[in-house]
Nanobody, 111 residues
Framework: QVHLVESGGGLVQAGGSLRLSCVAS????????MGWYRQAPGKQRELVAT???????NYGDSVKGRFTVSRDNAKNAVYLEMNSLKPEDTAVYYC?????WGQGTQVTVSS
């Protein structure tokens, strides 16, 4: 069984920054794609960013130019640097590594 634990969420003012982390533990085989998704109240879960083992990165349109995804294969970890945050970025952020979802971390951006 693999556990994903996200951290780094919180309350921040518009224009601010946050850095999310997600670490996997348990019986882990090689992880190809790591990523972040988010879900705001009343909305469907949407792509934020993914990064492959080979370094191919994909961002959701709404975060391009503001968010940066990175990974540390040795630590089975994925990170999300979020800058120029907007109120519409408010959501629960989930990481995924092909082993289901973590519990999520709340990000709230005040105007």
């Amino acid at each position: 069984q693999v556990h994903l634990v996200e951290s780094g969420g919180g309350l921040v003012q518009a224009g601010g920054s946050l850095r999310l982390s997600c670490v996997a533990s348990g019986r882990i085989l090689s992880i190809n794609v790591m990523g972040w998704y988010r879900q705001a109240p009343g909305k469907q879960r949407e792509l934020v960013a993914t990064i492959s083992r080979g370094g191919i990165i994909n961002y959701g349109d709404s975060v391009k130019g503001r968010f940066t995804v990175s990974r540390d294969n040795a630590k089975n970890a994925v990170y999300l640097e979020m800058n120029s945050l907007k109120p519409e970025d408010t959501a629960v952020y989930y990481c995924t590594m092909g082993y289901g979802w973590g519990q999520g971390t709340q990000v709230t951006v005040s105007s």
